[in-house]
């Protein structure tokens, strides 16, 4: 979409598509995770992005109404076989490699995280 840019490549790992449930890594200053903890989401992929190389021109403009920047982007990782980006926040833009939808409790938290920041 050419929101964010970076890398996307095939997962490596024993068994592919990556299905099922998983935890990630979630930076202290998360709002997205706030209040979530260890809890697990669920993945259903065999690509992911595997490199962060902030905002886009576009990206930045997007965000500038909701106070964000390039530089507050919060980018959350997780563990597959190798690691890959699991989210990114920046403002009001949030995105997930997993299904917030399918993730049971914690998605809804999840969801509920970001409409509390709209």
Same mark, same amino acid.
């Given at each position: 979409?050419?929101?964010?840019?970076?890398?996307?490549?095939?997962?490596?790992?024993?068994?592919?598509?990556?299905?099922?449930?998983?935890?990630?890594?979630?930076?202290?200053?998360?709002?997205?995770?706030?209040?979530?903890?260890?809890?697990?989401f669920?993945?259903?992929?065999?690509?992911?992005?595997?490199?962060?190389?902030?905002?886009?021109a !576009? *990206? /930045?403009? #997007?965000?500038?109404?909701? =106070?964000?920047?390039?530089?507050?982007?919060?980018?959350?990782?997780?563990?597959?076989?190798?690691?890959?980006? !699991? *989210? /990114?926040? #920046?403002?009001?833009?949030? =995105?997930?490699?997993?299904?917030?939808?399918?993730?049971?409790?914690?998605?809804?938290?999840?969801?509920?995280?970001?409409?509390?920041?709209?």
């Amino acid at each position: 979409l050419g929101i964010w840019q970076g890398t996307v490549e095939a997962i490596k790992a024993p068994v592919v598509p990556h299905m099922g449930w998983n935890t990630v890594n979630a930076p202290s200053d998360s709002k997205m995770f706030a209040g979530l903890g260890d809890q697990r989401f669920y993945f259903v992929h065999s690509y992911a992005a595997k490199s962060w190389t902030g905002a886009s021109a !576009a *990206a /930045v403009g #997007a965000v500038a109404s909701g =106070g964000a920047s390039e530089a507050e982007a919060v980018v959350t990782t997780c563990d597959y076989g190798d690691g890959f980006i !699991a *989210a /990114v926040e #920046a403002g009001p833009i949030w =995105g997930t490699q997993f299904h917030p939808e399918k993730s049971g409790e914690a998605g809804l938290k999840l969801l509920d995280n970001w409409v509390k920041q709209l």
